[in-house]
């Protein structure tokens, strides 16, 4: 069963920072579009960042210019720099190829407070 490996989520207060990874099971060349989602309970899972290459990402209005999507490729693993963090950014996270080709992982959950 493939299935990515979330970790580095927390509590943090609004305007703070965390970076997200996310190990892949396959070597990250081998994917085409890689991203990472959130979901709220009771809400749809939501693509928030997603990666086709280093010069081609795409962002959400609601993360844009906050988040920024990065990989490791000798590690497999894809990260997400969050910055600014909003209340609104609460959500437990998680990342898949574009569209979702693995089994869904356990994601990380990410806290802003006020």
């Known amino acids: 069963q493939r299935q990515p490996v979330e970790s580095g989520g927390g509590l943090v207060e609004a305007g703070g920072s965390l970076t997200l990874s996310c190990v892949m099971p396959?070597?990250?060349?081998?994917?085409?579009?890689m991203g990472w989602y959130r979901q709220v309970p009771g809400q749809q899972r939501e693509l928030v960042a997603r990666?086709?290459?280093?010069?081609?990402?795409h962002y959400s209005d609601s993360v844009k210019g906050r988040f920024t999507i990065s990989v490791d490729n000798a590690k497999n693993t894809m990260y997400l720099q969050m910055n600014s963090l909003k209340p609104d950014d609460t959500a437990t996270y998680y990342c898949?190829?574009?569209?979702?080709?693995?089994?869904w992982g356990v994601g990380t959950q990410v806290t802003v407070s006020l």
């Open positions: 898949n190829t574009h569209p979702a080709l693995y089994t």
């Open positions: 396959e070597n990250l060349r081998r994917i085409t579009v």
């Open positions: 990666r086709l290459s280093a010069l081609r990402t």
